[in-house]
T-cell receptor
Framework: QKEVEQDPGPLSVPEGAIVSLNCTYSNSAFQYFMWYRQYSRKGPELLMYTYSSGNKEDGRFTAQVDKSSKYISLFIRDSQPSDSATYLCAMSETGGSYIPTFGRGTSLIVHP | KAGVTQTPRYLIKTRGQQVTLSCSPISGHRSVSWYQQTPGQGLQFLFEYFSETQRNKGNFPGRFSGRQFSNSRSEMNVSTLELGDSALYLC???????????????FGPGTRLLVL
């Protein structure tokens, strides 16, 4: 079992829908949680990061972390066709070095 | 400001050969990290270079090596290529060393390597 599990999808939704993307993890030492977006033929770009548990909102994007359940989520409101991409979660421990562990990514398709 | 550039973008090699990939970070960035991305394993951390020294290393065999030059440009070398090395190799740069999550990494477009 991988340390970080993420459903590869694809997840297909109509424009305007609320999208929920999720990851589960097994390493209780993970403290930093990130979401990246990767368009086809491009490198990943950081969308959001959070520390420990709680919510963080940035525009149409909300990241949630539930450390008790080892579960993180990214919500996208009012989804647009331009949101069509692969979304990768990543997480890391603390303590002097940072080696991120990534999920395999969820492919999201938002159709008009 | 120019982004992270990687050369070449595509490469075809045969088993047993070696390959060198190049990465130029964003101007002013001193940390360069390398990642391997495959459909089966996803994105996996290879190593990080900061001030010409390897600072962190992922769980990859010694066939994977790298270096960083005084201008922060970095190269990654894979020797004795195996079929399983076929992947997208991504380079990411950041201002400082990856000690804190606040160090935002900026990824290049990657080099797609096919080993036949």
């Amino acid at each position: 079992q991988k340390e970080v599990e993420q459903d590869p999808g694809p997840l297909s939704v109509p424009e305007g829908a609320i999208v929920s993307l999720n990851c589960t993890y097994s390493n209780s030492a993970f403290q930093y949680f990130m979401w990246y977006r990767q368009y086809s033929r491009k490198g990943p770009e950081l969308l959001m990061y959070t520390y420990s548990s709680g919510n963080k909102e940035d525009g149409r994007f909300t990241a949630q972390v539930d450390k008790s359940s080892k579960y993180i989520s990214l919500f996208i409101r009012d989804s647009q066709p331009s949101d069509s991409a692969t979304y990768l979660c990543a997480m890391s421990e603390t303590g002097g070095s940072y080696i991120p562990t990534f999920g395999r990514g969820t492919s999201l398709i938002v159709h008009p | 400001k120019a982004g992270v550039t990687q050369t070449p973008r595509y490469l075809i090699k045969t088993r047993g050969q070696q390959v060198t990939l190049s990465c130029s970070p964003i101007s002013g960035h001193r940390s360069v990290s390398w990642y391997q991305q495959t459909p089966g394993q996803g994105l996996q951390f290879l190593f990080e270079y900061f001030s010409e020294t390897q600072r962190n290393k992922g769980n990859f065999p010694g066939r994977f090596s790298g270096r960083q030059f005084s201008n922060s440009r970095s190269e990654m070398n894979v020797s004795t290529l195996e079929l399983g090395d076929s992947a997208l190799y991504l380079c990411a740069s950041s201002l400082g060393q990856l000690l804190h999550f606040q160090e935002t990494q900026y990824f290049g477009p990657g080099t797609r390597l096919l080993v036949l």
